[in-house]
C-alpha cells in the first residue's frame, strides 16, 4: 500500500522559515517524481513545486519562486520543502503527492493526508 | 499562471449524466494530453479518477469518463450517484513545466 505521511508543519511568524518532510513508502520511491501541493481550507488546489526522481528536473509555482525549495533524499524515502520569507498567503494544508511517472509532471497518483502550516503573528 | 477555468457548481439528480469542463489555453490543455481529474471529499486528500485525458486509474467506476477538445477538457459522470457529491478539480501540465490545477467544481447530487 503507498504511504505518504508528512510533518513538520506548524505556526510560524511572517518571514520566518520552516521545513515540512514526507515519508513515502508502498513504493520505489526513487523510480517516480514527486510534487508539494497546497490548499487553503475551503479553497482549491494550488501546485507549488515538483521534482524528479534524480532531481534532474525541479520547478516552482510563480507564487513561491525564490522562497522556496524542494528535494528529496531517496536513500531515506523522503521528499522537503524548505520554505523561506513565509507570508500570510503561504497559510495552507500542504499535501507531499506522487507523481504517475519519473521524469517529468504527469498526474498525481497518490496523495499524503497533508500538514498545516499558518503563518500569523 | 492563472488557474484553468471550471463552473463553481453544477447539479444533478441521480441516475443522470454530469459533465463538467476544464478550460484552459493552447499552453496547457491545448496542447498537451497530461489532463488528469480529481475527487476530494470535504476533509479528504484528492484522490485521480481520470489522468491522461481519459485513461481511469485501476477501481475507479467506469461511470467517470474524460474527453478533451481544443482548449477545454470535460469529465463526464453517467448514472449519477449520491457518492459522487464532492469536489472535482481539473489539472494539466503547461508549457511552463507546472502543473495547473482549476479553480474546482463543487457537484451536488439533488
Known amino acids: 500500500e503507498v504511504k505518504l505521511e508528512e510533518s513538520g508543519g506548524g505556526l510560524v511568524q511572517p518571514g520566518r522559515s520552516l521545513r515540512v518532510s514526507c515519508v513515502a513508502s508502498g513504493f520505489n520511491f526513487d523510480e517516480y517524481a514527486m510534487h508539494w501541493v497546497r490548499q487553503v481550507p475551503g479553497k482549491g488546489l494550488e501546485w507549488v513545486s515538483g521534482i524528479t526522481w534524480n532531481s534532474g528536473n525541479i520547478d516552482y509555482a510563480d507564487s513561491v519562486k525564490g522562497r522556496f525549495t524542494i528535494s528529496r533524499d531517496n536513500a531515506k524515502n523522503s521528499l522537503y520543502l524548505q520554505m523561506n520569507s513565509l507570508r500570510g498567503e503561504d497559510t495552507a494544508l500542504y499535501y507531499c503527492a506522487k507523481d504517475g511517472g519519473s521524469s517529468g509532471w504527469f498526474w498525481l497518483d497518490a496523495w499524503g493526508l497533508g500538514t498545516l502550516v499558518t503563518v500569523s503573528s | ?110
Open chain 2, 1 to 110: 499562471q492563472s488557474a484553468l477555468t471550471q463552473p463553481a457548481s453544477v447539479s444533478g439528480s441521480p441516475g443522470q449524466s454530469i459533465t463538467i469542463s476544464c478550460t484552459g489555453t493552447s499552453n496547457d490543455i491545448g496542447n498537451y494530453n497530461v489532463v488528469s481529474w480529481y475527487q476530494q471529499y470535504p476533509g479528504k486528500a484528492p484522490k485521480v479518477i481520470i489522468y491522461e485525458v481519459n485513461e481511469r486509474p485501476s477501481g475507479v467506476s467506469n461511470r467517470f469518463s474524460g474527453s478533451k477538445s481544443g482548449n477545454t477538457a470535460s469529465l463526464t459522470i453517467s448514472g449519477l450517484q449520491a457518492e459522487d457529491e464532492a469536489d472535482y478539480y481539473c489539472s494539466s501540465y503547461t508549457k511552463s513545466n507546472i502543473l495547473l490545477f482549476g479553480g474546482g467544481t463543487k457537484l451536488t447530487v439533488l
